[in-house]
C-alpha cells in the first residue's frame, strides 16, 4: 500500500505557485487577490477559512477575509456579495459553506460574479463542467483528479466509485471522473443513501472516492484487492485526551482498507491540503484569464 500524500503534494504546487507570483511580480503583473466570506463562528467552517488564508500568504497571494455574524440578513449578506462582485482588485473569491438556516444558500451562489467563483459552485460554472468547458473546478474534486495525476493513476476505463452526492464533492466528482480527459474516462457509479448493495458495488470498484461523513464508513470488506482509496470525510469526533477537545475521522477505516488496497489518502495529509492548493490555482487562473 502505498500513500497518496496530499501534503507532500500540495507543498509541491504551493512552491510552484509561489514561483509564479514571484515571476508576476517581477513583470509587474498584479497579484492574485482571493477574499474569503464566513459568516457565523462554525468551528470547522473557521478552520477552513484561515487555512486558505495562511496558504495565500504562504504562495505571496492577497489575501481578505470577510468575517460575518451569524445573524446577519440575507439582503446584507447580498450587499457584501455585490461589493466583492465590483471590487476590480479581488481576482476570486468564495462563501464558506454552510450558510446560517435563514439564508437561502442557492440565492446566495447565484448572486456570485461567474469570472470570480473559484470554487465552481455557481450553477453557469457547474454547467460549464458538465460540458467540459473552461471553468473553475471545485476545489476538492479537482484537488482529488491532481493528486491522482500527480502519482499517474490511471484512471481510463477503470470503474470508479463515489460515495455520497454533495454538490461539493461527490456530484461533481462523479462529473469529473467520467470526463473525456487523461485523468477521467471512468465508468463511474454514484451511490447514496438510498442505493441498495452498496457493500457490492464497492467491492467492484478500482476507485473510491468515500464523501459521506459518516466516519469508517467504508470498511475492510468492502474493498477489492488493489483499489485505490480516497477519502475525503474529516468529521470532527469528541476526544477528551485533544488538546482542542476533538479528533478528526475519516470516512475510511484506515486500518482495515489500508492493508488491502494499492493507494489510500490519510486523513488528515490527504485530501484536506489538496483543496487549498486547487482555490489557489483557481485565483491564479482567473487573474491570468482577464489579461
Ligand atoms: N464547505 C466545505 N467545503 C467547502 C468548499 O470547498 N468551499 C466552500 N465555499 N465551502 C465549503
Known sequence: MQLLDGLSVSKTIKLELKEQVEKRKSENKKIPHLAAVLVGNNGASQTYVNAKVKACNEVGFDSTLIHLTED??????????????LNPDIDGYIVQLPLPQHINEKKILLAID?????????????GRMMLNMKTFLPATPMGIITLLERNNIETSGKHAV???????????????????????????????????NIEEICKSADIIIAAVGIPEFLRGDMVKAGAVVVDVGITRVNDASKKSGFRLLGDVNFE????????????????GPMTIVSLMQNTLASVEHKE
Open 256 to 271: 482495515e482498507v489500508s492493508s488491502k488496497c494499492s493507494f489510500i489518502t490519510p486523513v488528515p495529509g490527504g485530501v
Open 114 to 126: 461567474p469570472m470570480k467563483d473559484v470554487d465552481g459552485f455557481h450553477p453557469e460554472n457547474v
Open 162 to 196: 463515489v460515495l455520497g452526492r454533495s454538490h461539493i464533492v461527490g456530484l461533481p466528482m462523479s462529473i469529473l471522473l467520467q470526463r473525456n480527459h487523461p485523468f477521467g474516462n471512468c465508468t463511474v457509479t454514484l451511490c447514496h443513501s438510498k442505493t441498495k
Open 72 to 85: 446577519i440578513s440575507e439582503h446584507d449578506l447580498l450587499f457584501e456579495i455585490e461589493k466583492l462582485n
